[in-house]
């Protein structure tokens, strides 16, 4: 388990980061993002939004390590990032890609743990741990098809957490969820966030959702050339109500933004 100490550590640093998918080609280079600067502090709750097709999830890619940066600099703790590592774990929208349909809850919890050929009695105890976090406690032995959408959600979740990533880097996770769900998973994103430590950077096209979750909100301008014009901090606090006029305001500033 990592301690409180070193997950005050695992700073993201970006500095003028640009991003195209096209630089092979001739002529103008067309940038998705370009000259993006920004810190996430350790242990910090970063939220990205922004419209459909700004960019977000390919500078979540790019943290991750999955998708090559076309410029600037892309650090954790001063260490260029130039490929995925332990440090960093993604949560993707759809769970089903994510999760093994022949392997159990429990196995699927488990599999990074036996990858790293943890002994069993450890990977039994943190999977126990997880499982009940996320709420999945007398789940374990069903398999991806006999649950549902926000129960598999849960099981990816309890998977990247198992093997305790310092940062997480969440992609519309709760996206493809029915809205009761989304709610509940929101909130136990909440505490498990309080009560693990761990930076995440959650992207979502939702306000409510970026100010149910966040502590900064990063708003990403409409592509291409996409950049953080903005950010927001959103010192409200847990658990959050959508009812309050604090909450009320500060979406009414961000809706502002967005139909300036
Ligand atoms: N592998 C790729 N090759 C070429 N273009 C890509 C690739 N991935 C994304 N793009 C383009 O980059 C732009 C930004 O896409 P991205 O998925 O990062 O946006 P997004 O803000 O996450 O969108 P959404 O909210 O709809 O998921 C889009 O125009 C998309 O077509």
Redesign the pocket.
């Given at each position: 388990m990592s301690t409180l100490a070193s997950q005050s550590q695992h700073t993201i640093q970006i500095e003028k980061l640009r991003k195209s998918?096209?630089e092979q080609t001739a002529g103008d280079v067309h940038y998705?993002i370009k000259d993006v600067n920004l810190v996430i502090k350790g242990g910090e709750f970063f939220v990205l939004l922004?419209?459909?097709?700004?960019?977000?999830?390919?500078?979540l890619n790019m943290i991750a390590g999955f998708v090559s940066k076309s410029g600037g600099n892309l650090k954790v703790d001063n260490v260029e990032i130039d490929r995925p590592g332990r440090d960093r774990a993604v949560v993707f929208q759809q769970a089903d890609s994510s999760l093994f349909p022949w392997l159990t809850v429990r196995e699927n919890v488990e599999f990074g743990l036996r990858m790293k050929k943890t002994p069993k009695a450890e990977r039994r105890k943190i999977s126990d741990r997880y499982i009940g976090l996320v709420g999945l406690n007398g789940h374990e032995e069903k398999f991806p098809k006999e649950l549902s959408g926000g129960m598999k959600q849960r099981v990816q979740l309890a998977r990247v957490l198992a093997n305790d990533p310092a940062i997480l880097l969440m992609d519309?996770p709760f996206g493809a969820l029915d809205a009761m769900t989304r709610r509940t998973m929101q909130k136990e994103l909440v505490n498990i966030w309080r009560e693990t430590h761990k930076t995440v950077i959650f992207?979502t096209?939702d306000i409510q959702e970026a100010l149910l979750l966040g502590e900064r909100i990063g708003i990403?301008s409409v592509?291409p050339s996409s950049n953080i014009t903005d950010i927001y901090d959103n010192a409200l606090p847990f658990p959050r109500d959508v009812a309050s006029p604090e909450f009320y305001s500060l979406y009414n500033q961000i809706q502002g933004h967005f139909e300036e």
């Open positions: 998918y096209s998705i922004g419209p459909s097709g700004c960019g977000k999830s390919t500078l519309e992207v096209h990403m592509g």
